[in-house]
């Protein structure tokens, strides 16, 4: 599943060959993502310029200008999607669900499992109802241990299932949720209530840390997103605790533990993380 770093890769991988650009076009051969394609996407888009291509938590935002009132074009990845840049002479395959044509070439949306989305939204992007509720950009400069304290205060659920929960803190899927409680060394049970202003530093850094390193090593996979073969781009890291239960711990050679949370795998070391 892409992931926020994955879904950044994408968006610097993209903005260059959209930004400036005139849309002279989409192409729809499934409309049946997550939620269906509007039936007028072609006629709202076709003739506007992209203005930036944005991000919030895991929704690209193609900002557009003209045809009368400013409007965004929302996509997101879903659990299998990936977005190339390509000839727009280039015949669609059968998982490609959506092109937008931008004079000789095209974005591409391909997405086997079609848990994706491409929706528009009219005037102010913010108040989408999928965006609206979003909480904290792990990312940026605003996200500090003062924030996470604050956002976790009187909550009595796991800090692992608050930490994946949108509306705290979005983008940190499970995979970034089990490393960077491990690099905080917090025991991803700990109720996100009881975590000290002390701990909150330690894990607002741990969860930057952790997706600037994936950031990192995807940078080098940005030219994928202009080849016409259509893999999938997503990256593989080497991770402390995520997928190694049973191994020994990189740290302290304790093995990992596996325990289920909210029908998600959760990765430890009894050890480190207390
Ligand atoms: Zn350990």
């Given at each position: 599943?892409?992931?926020l770093?994955?879904?950044?890769?994408?968006?610097?991988?993209?903005?260059?060959y959209?930004?400036?650009?005139?849309?002279?076009?989409?192409?729809?051969?499934?409309?049946?993502?997550?939620?269906?394609?509007?039936?007028?996407?072609?006629?709202?888009?076709?003739?506007?310029?992209?203005?930036?291509?944005?991000?919030?938590?895991?929704?690209?935002?193609?900002e557009?200008?003209?045809?009368?009132?400013p409007?965004?074009l929302?996509?997101?990845?879903?659990?299998?999607?990936?977005?190339?840049?390509?000839?727009?002479?280039?015949?669609?395959?059968?998982?490609?669900?959506?092109?937008?044509?931008?004079g000789?070439?095209?974005?591409?949306?391909?997405?086997?499992?079609?848990?994706?989305?491409?929706?528009?939204?009219g005037g102010?992007v913010?108040r989408?109802?999928?965006?609206?509720?979003?909480?904290?950009?792990?990312?940026?400069d605003?996200?500090?241990?003062?924030?996470?304290?604050?956002?976790?205060?009187?909550?009595?659920?796991?800090?692992k299932?608050?930490?994946m929960?949108?509306?705290?803190?979005?983008g940190?899927?499970?995979?970034?949720?089990?490393?960077?409680l491990f690099?905080?060394?917090?025991?991803?049970?700990?109720?996100?209530?009881?975590?000290s202003?002390?701990?909150?530093d330690?894990?607002?850094?741990?969860?930057k840390?952790?997706?600037?390193?994936?950031?990192?090593?995807?940078?080098?996979?940005?030219?994928?997103f202009?080849?016409?073969?259509?893999?999938s781009?997503?990256?593989?890291?080497?991770?402390?605790?995520?997928?190694?239960?049973?191994?020994?711990?990189?740290?302290?050679g304790?093995p990992?533990?596996?325990?289920?949370?909210?029908?998600?795998?959760t990765?430890?070391?009894?050890?480190?993380q207390?």
């Open positions: 599943m892409p992931e770093p994955e879904v950044e890769i994408t968006r610097r991988g993209i903005e260059p959209l930004k400036g650009n005139v849309i002279t076009g989409v192409r729809v051969s499934e409309p049946r993502l997550r939620w269906p394609i509007p039936r007028n996407l072609g006629a709202r888009v076709t003739g506007r310029r992209i203005v930036q291509v944005a991000r919030r938590g895991k929704y690209i935002l193609i557009c200008s003209g045809n009368g009132r409007g965004w929302i996509l997101h990845l879903g659990m299998s999607g990936s977005l190339r840049i390509m000839g727009s002479s280039i015949k669609a395959q059968r998982h490609d669900h959506f092109d937008l044509l931008v000789k070439r095209l974005l591409r949306l391909r997405d086997p499992r079609r848990f994706g989305a491409v929706l528009w939204q102010d913010a989408h109802p999928l965006l609206a509720e979003l909480g904290a950009e792990p990312l940026e605003a996200f500090t241990g003062a924030v996470l304290h604050a956002a976790t205060r009187g909550r009595k659920s796991a800090v299932l608050a930490l929960n949108a509306s705290m803190v979005v940190v899927g499970n995979i970034y949720a089990n490393e960077s690099h905080a060394r917090i025991d991803p049970r700990t109720p996100a209530g009881r975590l202003r002390a701990r909150c330690a894990l607002a850094a741990a969860i840390s952790t997706l600037t390193q994936s950031l990192a090593a995807g940078g080098s996979s940005l030219r994928d202009v080849h016409s073969d259509g893999s781009g997503y990256f593989q890291q080497q991770y402390y605790v995520y997928g190694r239960a049973g191994l020994p711990c990189r740290n302290c304790t990992i533990r596996l325990l289920r949370q909210g029908q998600r795998s990765f430890y070391c009894p050890v480190c207390k």
